[in-house]
Nanobody
Framework: QVQLVESGGGLVQAGGSLRLSCATS????????MGWFRQAPGKEREFVAT???????FYADSVKGRFTISRDNAKNTVYLQMNSLKPEDTAVYYC???????????????????WGQGTQVTVSS
């Protein structure tokens, strides 16, 4: 079993930064596919970023150039550094892990098997 625990959310002004952390335990490895998703009120959960095979990354167009996903294998933690935050980034952010190797870039919820409880990010204008 894999457990994911997010932290680092909070309230920040537009233009500010936050770093989210996702502490993992259980059957994950340094090459496991990990992802971040977010869900704003009244909207569907959407893909934000993913990291796989150690350091390969892919981002949603809406966050490209502003967000960075990374991992610290020694700490079993995945991070999402969020810079130049906008009010439209306000959402609950979820960390996710895939149980098996993904042959395609993992941008859909169905490609992930384990989810954290989410952490709230609120960006004020």
């Amino acid at each position: 079993q894999v457990q994911l625990v997010e932290s680092g959310g909070g309230l920040v002004q537009a233009g500010g930064s936050l770093r989210l952390s996702c502490a993992t335990s259980g059957r994950t490895s340094s090459s496991s596919t990990m992802g971040w998703f977010r869900q704003a009120p009244g909207k569907e959960r959407e893909f934000v970023a993913t990291i796989w095979s150690g350091s390969s990354t892919f981002y949603a167009d809406s966050v490209k150039g502003r967000f960075t996903i990374s991992r610290d294998n020694a700490k079993n933690t995945v991070y999402l550094q969020m810079n130049s935050l906008k009010p439209e980034d306000t959402a609950v952010y979820y960390c996710a892990a895939a149980r098996f190797f993904q042959s395609r870039v993992a941008v859909t919820q169905g490609q992930y098997d384990y989810w954290g409880q989410g952490t709230q990010v609120t960006v004020s204008s």
